[in-house]
């Protein structure tokens, strides 16, 4: 008799964690957006104008995120973002950079605004080459050469961790990402600003 009303009490109280928890993310939606990521902050980079940036380099890629109930305040919510449309140009305009990344981050939320998420973010990192010719002048002459024509792409994993704000359909997070973790050398730091809006609830 003891042994079962446990079990109920225990079944019970599952029941209202689960009813009970608070989502800043709506279950089984499609938030679609904007992002604005700034890759290796720790490391110096050249911009199309031909100043050195120390703010690491701009991608703007789209953002979309979809996420799913675990139950206890936790979601997962898978997202994936590409810069190809705003893809960042060289300095000598002859090839251009874009960012894909796909990441599965578990997502906490304190109550139904404010919510903290982690994981692993994979990265596909794509430089091409425009080709063609390019004509540099100066004060006496003008010099052509030739733009290679290439296709480059590196992949990294990442660890993603972010901190989001949820108002009304609109979602805003700050997620800061670092690759090659374990390599001093190689390890790279990257933030991202993302809004997003409830776009679709399945």
Not at 48 to 73: C, Q
Request: with cysteine; aromatic share 16%; net charge neutral.
């Amino acid at each position: 008799m003891r042994a079962n009303l446990y079990f109920k009490t225990i079944v019970f109280g599952i029941i209202f964690f689960l009813s009970s928890a608070a989502y800043a993310l709506v279950n089984n939606s499609l938030y679609l957006g904007m992002g604005a990521l700034s890759h290796g902050l720790n490391k110096s980079s050249q911009e199309a104008n031909g100043e050195t940036n120390t703010l690491g380099t701009f991608y703007y890629p789209i953002v979309a995120k979809i996420p799913f109930e675990i139950g206890f305040d936790w979601q997962i919510a898978p997202y994936a973002g590409y810069s190809y449309l705003l893809a960042n140009q060289s300095s000598d305009g002859g090839s251009k950079t874009t960012y894909l990344f796909l990441g599965v981050p578990l997502v906490y939320n304190f109550n139904e605004v404010f919510s903290v998420e982690g994981g692993l973010t994979i990265l596909w990192y794509t430089i091409e080459g425009q080709g063609g010719l390019k004509t540099s002048r100066n004060s006496t002459s003008t010099t052509t050469y030739g733009l290679p024509a290439s296709y480059q792409r590196t992949r990294t994993i990442a660890l993603d961790l972010g901190f989001g704000c949820t108002l009304a359909d609109y979602h805003i997070a700050l997620n800061t990402m670092v690759e090659s973790l374990f390599s001093p050398t190689r390890r790279t730091y990257s933030a991202m600003l993302t809004f997003t809006y409830q776009l679709w609830e399945f």
